[in-house]
Every structure is written in C-alpha cells, then in structure tokens.
C-alpha cells in the first residue's frame, strides 16, 4: 500500500542519521519520516546476535524506514527477515550512495543503478521476506548513463520485476571517478526536471523528490508543483530546529510541538545518558550521543560560545547532563525558552518552477518501441 501523498522526511545518511539523532528529531517532528543510516545487509546477518546495537529503536520513532544496502540476493532476504521483528515501516534499498567503501566494494550503493534487473530481483527478494512496503532511493544517473530514457529503463524495470512502488530520487547523477560523496552532492548539476517527469510517466507509483532543497519553503515549494513527498538531508541535520519543527505544521496541517529548546535538551538529556555505554564501554560514548546536538543554535545568539564551550567539556563530561549544565550557560534564556515562531510560504520557488518547464519527451519502455518500431 502506498503512504498518503504530501510527506516529509528526513534522508538516510552514513554516520549521522543513527538512533541519537532520529531520537532528537522525534522530539521536534511527530510526523516526519525517518530514515536509518544505512546497515549493510551483511552487518546483519553476521550480527544476528548482536542486533539491538544495530536496528533497535524506541516506538517514539515512527514512523522509520530501515535502509538496507547490498548486493547478494541471499544476504539482503535474511537481513530483511532478521528486521521483521524490529517493526519497521518500510524497508529501503540503497541506490544512491557514490561512496567508494560503497560503490566501489561489492558492486552496490548506486553502481547498482547500471544493474536494473538485478536491483528488481533484489527488490523482490527483499519484499517477500518483509512484512512491510518496499522502496529503493536511487540518483538520476551515473557517469554517462545520464539519460532520462535510461533512468525510465531502470524504474520501469525495477516496479515490473517487483512490487516496489515508492522511489526516493536524487536529482542529481552520480560521479564514480574519484570524486568524493561530498563533491557528489555537489558537483553534478541537479536536474529536478527528470523528476516531474517522473511524475508523469509513472502514475502509478510514488516519488520522493530528494537533493538540494535546504529550507521549510523549498519544501512547500516542491509540494505545490506536485512532489509526492520530499525528502531532505544535510539541511535537517544543520538547521533541526528551523527546518524540521516547521514540519508538522506546513507539511501535514498538526499543531507543532509547542516544545522550546531547553524542554527538548531536558528530554534528549533523559535519553543520552541512558544509553551511554549501553553497549559496553564507550558504545555509544558521549561524544556521539552529543554530537546531534550541535546545530540545535544554528545561527542564535551564543551559537559559537556554545561550540567552544561544548568542545571543551567533551573531554571530560562523563554524562549529558553534565555535558549541558557546562555549556548552556552559553545560549541565552530568550533563546533557550522561546518556542519556534511561524514562518511565511515565500521564497524558493523558481527552480521547480523552471523545472516544469524543461522536462525531457515523455518515456517509451524499450518494448513500447519495439512494437511501434
């Protein structure tokens, strides 16, 4: 079953995404999706025992999507099995990731892209060992197979050899010559004209738009010229506060949290040290449980006392209520107690604007030309 179109979520990103920061985003968004970083479906199997470290998650959390990434058919079905316990709400194949430790070690991330018939028999495999919907987050292209007929080829081929109905698509295409992930997410131009285009050729499944939308109104933007759903990245993880606590709101119509940052840090707080060494010693250490904390002042008065501040404590706070008796007195009580203040539906527009403008002929599967050749 699809989701209900016009949703928002939060996208899956290696080293930054894990059960520390999606606890903090809960806090701020009720209704966001979230996603893991991804677990390779290997890690999985071969921690069979040790799972908790690596798919646990409290309630709090839903809705989540655990992202998976792999390329043996065997490993990505147990791996799946292994996580219907856990009840995730969707699981996600990684499509899109241009890293070299990924794309470059056991041909997945989005080398898979260049394999559509693959990535459908791995789709299948993993929708009938899942007790729930399946999607795949992909990029536009890879290298010079960049064409919008090629990326159709491999949604076209991908949803006929499984029931994956739900694409998230990076709209830019990925460089595997020796670029880094971070030149890749902006080197490539971005093309958000290949995915509307999406929109009108596939009717019947669901898009995500995904790449370079950085605020609340980039976000209504893509809504207003049709996005089914819109995912961001690095700019929910730097900007939390303003970016994702407007999203209950201007996304799904709910009141917001009401919550002020202080009362989010006193309930993160709860959070971070019951989990400190939950593992064994220093797994996860406070260092990381801090970590997504950071940004939470993005551009406020006292932001860059508040880093200097946190960077010193971290060598020697042993708990986060420690951790942010040190370094609150940074930020100012405006600051700390203010609730976030509604924002104007302006701005951010023009590129999906012009995008409508430049979308590529419609798409003919190869065997719509054959028989018409």
Known sequence: MLRLFSF?????????????YRTLARLITRHAWLYTEMVVAETIVHQKDNLDRFLAFSQEQHPIVLQIGGSNLENLAKATELANIYGYDEI???????????AGHGCFGVQLM?????????????????????????RIGVDDHDSYN??????????????TRHFIIHSRKALLNG??????????????????????????LQFTIN?????INEVDAARRQGAHGVMTGRAAYNSPWSLLGHVDSRVYGELRTGLSRRQILEQYQIYGDSVI?????????????????????????GNGLWKRKADAALHHCATIKSFLEETL????????DSTLPETKTSGGTDVFTDAIFLLPPPYKSREHQVLCA
């Open 8 to 20: 928002s979520s939060v996208a899956p990103m290696m080293d930054w995404t894990d059960n520390h």
């Open 92 to 102: 996600n194949l990684n499509c899109g990731c241009p890293s070299g430790k990924v």
């Open 114 to 138: 260049l394999s559509p018939k693959f990535v459908g028999d791995a789709m299948r495999a993993i929708a009938a060992n899942s007790d729930v919907p399946v999607s795949v987050k992909c």
């Open 150 to 163: 090629e990326l159709c080829d491999f949604i076209y081929t991908v949803s006929s050899r499984s029931s």
């Open 179 to 204: 670029i880094s992930p971070a030149e890749n997410r902006k080197i490539p131009p971005l093309k958000y004209e290949y995915y509307f285009a999406l929109l009108r050729d596939f009717p019947e």
């Open 211 to 215: 790449g370079g939308i950085n605020c």
């Open 277 to 301: 060494g939950k593992y064994g010693p220093n797994k996860p250490n406070i260092r990381q449980v801090v970590k997504p904390l950071l940004n939470m002042f993005h551009s406020e008065p």
């Open 329 to 336: 007195q940074a930020i100012p009580d405006a600051v700390l």
